[in-house]
């Protein structure tokens, strides 16, 4: 297990080109499991593969355990093969002439490692990954769940401080990327090594992580706990990516009339908050609360009415669609909301639920 910082990292392509990364400083201790989080074209796979090896930064420094593996102004460049690291490519790169055996053993066949230690390597990784059975076959032979085992195998073989994986359950089906993820976990708690995944999958990144790094437009946005990175947004991007359904962003500037822009005022007043700098107001659709009128006065709380569009049962909850006069709002019920489309409902939501965003679309602590 090693720890990794990440000082000044920039990347451009091209004389004169736009910063793939831009500036991106970060520290990843021993142990972590660390997910880069972001949309396509942020910059987290550039990022992991100037880690590994495979791309020169443009300026910066890479130390790992304080010792500099690029630095860029020193012209200290470690090749990726003296690096320990092990990577699992998005689409596993298995050499489809080799057997499972073969595959797995590849690496250490390069280190030379001996023949019976190789052997009682390769045997006790396939055995904990559960593909020791299909040793002799082909990769062709197995399916994209297998497939992947056989990647992580040939990678945990060579005993690497540091894990580098490229979104590497992409090509799984809902139910094969759910026993990839518990197996991840289970890989992590026991090696104890030191993880960097990317994902665009946000669920993974709060399912798996033990710190999230949010980027967009090869700039670091926020990092912390899955917790922080949802309860926590540091600014409108976070807030906005991150939720299985989108956060509901209320625009203070919208009309003085607009039911929304009341309510949200209404709230600030009723909270006792200094409305001042906020610009806009985030609410999660699972932090509001659906009432009759007299049950959201009973709570206390200035109410906002909408009328129902829509009721989308998902199974332990009920997706609500809210039309406030023309502004979409959603709300998660975790009992049947007992309603109809067209029928009208009052909604409240709790102080520490309340999201408040400045003008430059920053966080404001409440």
């Given at each position: 297990m090693s720890s990794i910082t990440l000082e000044n990292i920039r990347?451009?392509?091209?004389?004169?080109?736009?910063?793939?990364?831009?500036?991106?400083?970060?520290?990843?201790?021993?142990?972590?499991?660390?997910?880069?989080?972001?949309?396509?074209?942020?910059?987290?796979t550039t990022t992991l593969r100037m880690i590994a090896g495979l791309e020169h930064p443009t300026g910066g420094r890479i130390l790992v355990d304080g010792e500099p593996i690029v630095s860029v102004a020193d012209g200290v460049f470690t090749v990726p093969e003296k690096r320990n690291m092990g990577l699992v490519f998005q689409n596993y790169a298995l050499w489809p002439h080799m057997t499972i055996r073969e595959n797995v053993a590849f690496g250490l066949k390069l280190r030379k490692t001996p023949a019976a230690e190789r052997d009682a390597t390769v045997e006790r990784v396939m055995t904990k990954l559960g593909i020791a059975r299909y040793a002799a076959r082909y990769p062709a032979e197995l399916s994209g769940g297998q497939q992947q085992r056989v990647a992580?195998?040939?990678?945990?073989?060579?005993?690497?401080?540091?894990?580098?994986?490229?979104?590497?359950?992409?090509?799984?089906?809902?139910?094969?990327?759910l026993e990839m993820r518990a197996e991840l976990k289970r890989i992590h708690a026991e090696a104890g090594s030191t993880i960097v995944f990317v994902t665009h999958d946000q669920w993974e990144a709060m399912t798996l992580a033990t710190t999230i790094a949010v980027m967009s437009e090869g700039e670091l946005q926020q990092v912390g706990t899955p917790d922080d990175i949802y309860e926590r947004p540091a600014n409108r991007?976070?807030?906005?990516?991150?939720?299985?359904?989108?956060?509901?962003?209320?625009e203070r500037g919208e009309a003085q009339s607009g039911p929304l822009h009341g309510w949200v005022d209404r709230l600030l007043a009723h909270f006792a908050i200094?409305?001042?700098?906020?610009?806009?107001?985030?609410?999660?659709?699972?932090?509001?609360?659906?009432?009759?009128?007299?049950?959201?006065?009973?709570?206390?709380?200035?109410?906002?009415?909408?009328?129902?569009?829509?009721?989308?049962?998902?199974?332990?909850?009920?997706?609500?669609?809210l039309d406030v006069d023309g502004s979409r709002f959603f709300a998660?019920?975790?009992?049947?909301?007992?309603?109809?489309?067209?029928?009208?409902?009052?909604?409240?939501?709790?102080?520490?639920h309340l999201h408040l965003f400045d003008r430059d679309r920053n966080r404001i602590a409440l």
């Open positions: 990347k451009t392509y091209g004389r004169g080109g736009p910063a793939a990364i831009g500036d991106l400083s970060m520290a990843i201790g021993k142990s972590e499991f660390l997910c880069l989080l972001g949309p396509s074209g942020c910059g987290k992580l195998a040939r990678m945990l073989a060579l005993n690497p401080s540091v894990i580098l994986l490229d979104e590497p359950l992409s090509n799984l089906d809902a139910k094969l990327r991007f976070v807030a906005e990516f991150v939720g299985s359904l989108p956060i509901n962003i209320v200094d409305g001042t700098q906020v610009a806009s107001a985030g609410i999660r659709p699972e932090a509001v609360r659906l009432a009759d009128l007299d049950e959201a006065a009973a709570a206390r709380c200035a109410a906002g009415r909408g009328t129902i569009v829509d009721i989308v049962p998902t199974g332990g909850s009920w997706i609500v669609e998660i019920a975790t009992e049947n909301p007992r309603k109809a489309a067209g029928e009208t409902t009052h909604f409240w939501v709790e102080r520490q």
